[in-house]
C-alpha cells in the first residue's frame, strides 16, 4: 500500500487512501483550517483549532508511534484516521473528515481500511472516547460491521471495536461496494447529457458515426458535438469544448490528444469517460494510458476503454457508439473485451445494455456486474473476455449476482501454456484455464466454449423459466432430428423419460379434438389427421413424441400445452422440419400460443433456422444446439437452488506452527525450493496430515536397518526424482532386510547423480489409488486436485479442480470417473470416502493460508476400509506477495 489505492465512495466519487507521510503536514493543517470549531471539538474535544494544528505537527514528526492513513479526492487531502497501540492487541482511534465529504461515506471507508491494516498488525480491539452529541460518528462506528462494545461515563460513550474481519463486516463491505459502483456507473450508462468529442462532420468519422447514433437512437438528453473547428454538425450547434456538468463524454480523437481532451473533461466535472480512440496499451503505449487513468481517477471519472466501440442502454435510448447497426431492446446486457466480437453478437441478441470495454483500463466486468445486478431490464449478463483483472473479485460478485440473474461467460485463450515450469502431477494439470473453470465453477457462472454457444444460451435464459430438472419431453413432426435430440439429451446429462400411457393419446386426444375445431373456424387447416394426437397413423406417442409429418399446428401446440402441464416433465423441446405440416409461419404461431404463461421451460428446434418464436421461445437449427443450451441452464438451476456452504474449518490445525516452518524455508531459500521429506512431513502434520513413516537412509545397510525398525514388507523410495515410478524409483513388497539392501544398490546404480538418498516405508494395505495435490497462482489464487493417483495419475487424468477453501469435497469426489471404486465396484469392499474428503479439506485450508506452497502432491493417497492414508508427498515453496484482503474495497 506504498502507493495507495483508489476506491469508489458512497455518491460515486473517487477517493485515494494511502499511508501518511511527513511530506502532508502541510496538507494536514490546511485539513484544520478548512475545518468547521464543531468539528475541531468533536475531534479533539476542546474549542478552536490551536490543539488540532499542534497534533497535526505530532504525527507527522519523527516520534509519531501511530498508523495513519490519508484519502485525497480531487488530488486534495480530505481525511486522516489512525490508530495508535495503547498497549499489547489494542489501540487508540480517530480520525478527521473534511466537513464538505461528510455524507458521501468516507468516514466509514476510512474507518474499514484502519481497521483492516490495525488487524494486519496484530491490533485486536480499538478503542475511541466519543462525545454522546457526535451522533454522526456513533452512528457510523455502530454500522460498521464489526463487534462493538460500548458504555457512557459523563458526556462520552467509550467504544470497543474488535478490529477482526468477520462474516458481518464482509457482508457490510460488500454492500457498500455495491451502492458505490452502482452510482458511479450510474451517469456513464442512463447520462442526462452526452458530449462527443471529435464530432467531425465527415459522415464516415467514427466521431461523426457516434453522433448520429444518438441523434438516431432517439437519445432524449442534451447532446453536445464538441469541435473546435466546425460550427454546426449534424444540424447541431458545435462548442470548442466540452460544457461544464456533462455526464458522459465520448472521445474520439486521435490518442496524441486524448490526455489534453481528458483533463479539459476533468475541469469540465466530466462523469465519465469513453474512450474510443486506439493507440495505447495495445500498441505497446502502457505510459499514456496509465497516465490517462490517472486524470481520470483523480478526476474522480470512470474510464470505460480506450480502444473501444463504445456504450449503448436500450432502455434510456443511449446508443454512445459507432456501431454499424442498431441494437434491438431485449433483456440480455452484454461485455466485450473484443470490439469485432461484441459487434457480432449484437446483430443476434436483443440487448438491454452493451460495454465494449477495449484496453478495460478501468471499468471492468467486475463493476458491470455490480451495476447489471440490480437493473430492472435485465434478466440475463453475457460477458465475452480475453483476460481477469481481478479474478477473485469476479469470482466473489459473480457468486451473489449469480443468485438472482445467470452470469455467461466465454472467455478466449483457453489453449494457453501456464507458463512456468512445473514438476509436480498437480501443477502439470493445473493450466490457467483450469483456473479459471475452478474459479467460475464455483460461482454459478455459466462458461461457455463458444460466443455462438452463448447467444443460444442467452436467448433461453432471457426467454424462459428456469427448469425445475433435466426431464426433456422431445415432441415434433420428424423422427430423425427428434432421435437426434434424444441422443443428444442422453450426452449432456438430460433425461428423456417414458411418458405416461395415455398422456397424448388421452388428455390431448380430447384437447386435439377441440384444437382442430378452434383450427377449422379460423381456416387453419384442421380437417387433416382426423384420428387426432392418439389416433394418427404411424404417431409415436412415447418419449420423443413423433406426430408424423402431417401434424397440424394445431395439433402440435395442443400436445405442448398438455406436456407443459405433465408432472413428468420439466422442459418441452420442439422439433418441427418445415414446411410439413401447416407451414412454418402457423406452426410457430401455435407454439407461441401453447408456450404463454407456461411454467416450464420450451423451446425448439426449426431445423435449419435459428431465431426467436413469438419473441420468447428460443428456436435453434440444429437439435444439438437446443440441447447443449438446456443442459447449460439446468445446471444453472442445479447450483443455484443448492444452499450455500461455506468451507468448514479442519480440526487440529496449528497454522502458527506452519507458517514459521514456511518463513525458515525461505528465509533459507530465498528463491524457492522443494521441502526435504522431514520438513514436508512435519509441513503436513500441522495441518493434520500424516504421512506414512519413513525414514530417511543414504547407503544399503542403513536402508536395510530402516526397514526392520518400520517393519516388513517394506517400501524403498528415491529421493531426487521427480516421478520415481517413471524411472524405477519405486521398489515394493521387499519381503527381506537383505532384498532391502539390494534394491538400494541397483537403484543407486541406475539413477545415479539423479538419486540424493532414499526413503524406507513400511508396506501400507491395499486399497484405491488417490491423488490430492494443489497448486498457487497468483493471479487466481490456490487451486486443489484430486484424481486417480498413482501410476495413472497423467495417464487417465481423471481430475476435479477447485478453488481454495473448498466447500463441497465430497462432490469432488462424487465428479470423478473413478468414483464407483471408492463405494465398492464389483464386488470390492467400499472404503473411507469420508476420509478422503477430510484430507481434501485439510489440504484446502494449508493451500489457503500458506500462498508460498506453489505446487503440492500427496500421490498416492491410499484409501482403505479404514482411512486415508499418504504415503508420498512432495511440497514446493515459492515466494509470494500476500494476497490483499478480500474486504480491502479499492479499484483495481
Request: aromatic share 4%; net charge negative; charged share 20%.
Amino acid at each position: 500500500m506504498s502507493e495507495g489505492y483508489d476506491v469508489l465512495l458512497r455518491d460515486g466519487g473517487i477517493a485515494h487512501v494511502r499511508h501518511l507521510s511527513p511530506g502532508d503536514r502541510q496538507a494536514l493543517h490546511d485539513l484544520v483550517t478548512r475545518s468547521s470549531e464543531r468539528s475541531a471539538y468533536l475531534r479533539f474535544f476542546t474549542g478552536g483549532r490551536n490543539t488540532a494544528h499542534r497534533y497535526m505537527d505530532r504525527i507527522t514528526g519523527p516520534g509519531y508511534r501511530g498508523h495513519a492513513l490519508v484519502a485525497t479526492v480531487h488530488g486534495r487531502l480530505v481525511a486522516v484516521a489512525e490508530y495508535i497501540p495503547i498497549d499489547e492487541g489494542s489501540a487508540d482511534l480517530a480520525i478527521l473528515i473534511d466537513d464538505e465529504m461528510h455524507g458521501h461515506g468516507l468516514g466509514t471507508l476510512m474507518l474499514e481500511h484502519v481497521a483492516l491494516d490495525a488487524a494486519a498488525h496484530g491490533v485486536h480491539e480499538l478503542v475511541a472516547d466519543v462525545l454522546t452529541e457526535n451522533r454522526p460518528m456513533i452512528r457510523v462506528l455502530r454500522d460498521l460491521g464489526l463487534e462493538v462494545t460500548q458504555h457512557f461515563e459523563g458526556g462520552t460513550l467509550h467504544v470497543g471495536i474488535r478490529a477482526e474481519p468477520s462474516a458481518g463486516l464482509a457482508a457490510q463491505i460488500a454492500g457498500r461496494d455495491h451502492v458505490a459502483e452502482r452510482a458511479s456507473l450510474a451517469r456513464v450508462l442512463a447520462p442526462r447529457s452526452v458530449a462527443v468529442i471529435g464530432a467531425s462532420r465527415d459522415p464516415d468519422a467514427v466521431g461523426h458515426k457516434v453522433l448520429r447514433n444518438l441523434l438516431d437512437g432517439g437519445f432524449p438528453g442534451a447532446v453536445h458535438p464538441v469541435n473546435p473547428r466546425a460550427t454546426e454538425v449534424a444540424g447541431l450547434p458545435c462548442v470548442p469544448r466540452v460544457p461544464d456538468g456533462v455526464d458522459l463524454a465520448v472521445v474520439a480523437v486521435p490518442a496524441a490528444r486524448v490526455l489534453e481532451v481528458a483533463r479539459d473533461c476533468a475541469d469540465a466535472g466530466v462523469a465519465g469517460l469513453v474512450v474510443l480512440s486506439s493507440g495505447f496499451a495495445e500498441t505497446g503505449d502502457r505510459e499514456s494510458e496509465a497516465e490517462l487513468l490517472k486524470v481520470c481517477r483523480t478526476a474522480g471519472m470512470r474510464l470505460i476503454g480506450p480502444n473501444c466501440l463504445g456504450v449503448v442502454n436500450t432502455g434510456a435510448r443511449l446508443n454512445a457508439s459507432f456501431l454499424p447497426h442498431s441494437p434491438v431492446a431485449g433483456r440480455v446486457a452484454l461485455l466485450s473485451q473484443s470490439g469485432a466480437v461484441g459487434a457480432a453478437l449484437l446483430e443476434r441478441l436483443d440487448v438491454s445494455s452493451f460495454v465494449s470495454v477495449g484496453n478495460k483500463a478501468d471499468v471492468s466486468g467486475n463493476d458491470l456486474l455490480e451495476y447489471w445486478e440490480d437493473d430492472a431490464g435485465t434478466d440475463v449478463i453475457a460477458l465475452y473476455l480475453e483476460s481477469f483483472g481481478n479474478p477473485r473479485k469476479f469470482a466473489r460478485i459473480a457468486r451473489r449476482v449469480g443468485r438472482r440473474k445467470p452470469v455467461l461467460l466465454v472467455k478466449s485463450g483457453r489453449s494457453q501454456a501456464g507458463g512456468r515450469a512445473v514438476r509436480s502431477h498437480t501443477a502439470a494439470a493445473a493450466t490457467p484455464d483450469v483456473a479459471v473453470d475452478a474459479l467460475v465453477r464455483a460461482s454459478g457462472v455459466i462458461r461457455l466454449d463458444s460466443v455462438h454457444d452463448l447467444i443460444d444460451t442467452a436467448k433461453l435464459l432471457a426467454g424462459q423459466p428456469l427448469p425445475a430438472g433435466g426431464r426433456v419431453a422431445i415432441v415434433g413432426n420428424s423422427g430423425g432430428p427428434e432421435a437426434m435430440a434424444a441422443d443428444a439429451c442422453e450426452l449432456a446429462g438430460l433425461s428423456v423419460p417414458e411418458l405416461p400411457p395415455g398422456l397424448l393419446g388421452g388428455r390431448a386426444a380430447q384437447n386435439g379434438r377441440a384444437a382442430r375445431n378452434r383450427a377449422a373456424q379460423n381456416g387453419q387447416g384442421g380437417q387433416r389427421g382426423q384420428g387426432g394426437q392418439g389416433g394418427r397413423p404411424g404417431a409415436a406417442l412415447g418419449n420423443p413424441i413423433d406426430l408424423t409429418a402431417d401434424a397440424t399446428a394445431a395439433e402440435l401446440g395442443e400436445a405442448v400445452r398438455t406436456l407443459s402441464a405433465a408432472p413428468e416433465v420439466d422442459a418441452v423441446l420442439i422439433v418441427y422440419t418445415p414446411p410439413f405440416g401447416s407451414g412454418l409461419a402457423e406452426t410457430q404461431e401455435a407454439v407461441a400460443d401453447a408456450a404463454k404463461g407456461s411454467a416450464k421451460t420450451v423451446l425448439a428446434c426449426t431445423v435449419g433456422l435459428d431465431g426467436l418464436i413469438g419473441g420468447r421461445v428460443p428456436a435453434y437449427a440444429f437439435p444439438e444446439q437446443a440441447v447443449a443450451a438446456l443442459a447449460a441452464a439446468v445446471r444453472y438451476a442445479r447450483w443455484r437452488e443448492r444452499p450455500e456452504r461455506p468451507p468448514a474449518t479442519p480440526p487440529a490445525v496449528d497454522a502458527g506452527s506452519a507458517r514459521r516452518l514456511v518463513d525458515l524455508e525461505l528465509e533459507e531459500h530465498p528463491d524457492g525450493c522443494w521441502l526435504s521429506p522431514a520438513a514436508t512431513a512435519r509441513l503436513l502434520r500441522a495441518y493434520g496430515i500424516s504421512l506414512a513413516e519413513s525414514i530417511g537412509v543414504d547407503a544399503p545397510e542403513s536402508a536395510a536397518e530402516a526397514a526392520m525398525y518400520v517393519g516388513l514388507p517394506a517400501v524403498l523410495k528415491a529421493v531426487g526424482p521427480v516421478h520415481k515410478s517413471d524411472v524405477g524409483g519405486v521398489r515394493l513388497g521387499l519381503q527381506t532386510q537383505a532384498a532391502v539392501r539390494q534394491a538400494y544398490k541397483e537403484m543407486a546404480g541406475r539413477l545415479g547423480g539423479e538419486m540424493t538418498g532414499a526413503l524406507v516405508q513400511r508396506m501400507v494395505p491395499g486399497g484405491v489409488e488417490i491423488i490430492v495435490g494443489g497448486v498457487n497462482y497468483p493471479v487466481f489464487g490456490p487451486l486443489v486436485m484430486v484424481g486417480m493417483g498413482g501410476v495413472t495419475a497423467d495417464l487417465l487424468a481423471d481430475r476435479a479442480f477447485r478453488a481454495a477453501p473448498v466447500a463441497d469435497p465430497e462432490e469432488m469426489i462424487a465428479e470423478l470417473r473413478c468414483a464407483p471404486l471408492l463405494h465398492g465396484y464389483r464386488g470390492s469392499p467400499p472404503v473411507n470416502a469420508a476420509a478422503l474428503a477430510e484430507q481434501i479439506s485439510r489440504v484446502s485450508a494449508l493451500l489457503d493460508d500458506l500462498p508460498e506452497v506453489a505446487e503440492l502432491d500427496l500421490n498416492p493417497v491410499i484409501v482403505t476400509p479404514l482411512a486415508a492414508a499418504v504415503v508420498d508427498a512432495r511440497i514446493r515453496l515459492a515466494p509470494c506477495e500476500p494476497p490483499p484482503s478480500p474486504l480491502l474495497r479499492h479499484l483495481r
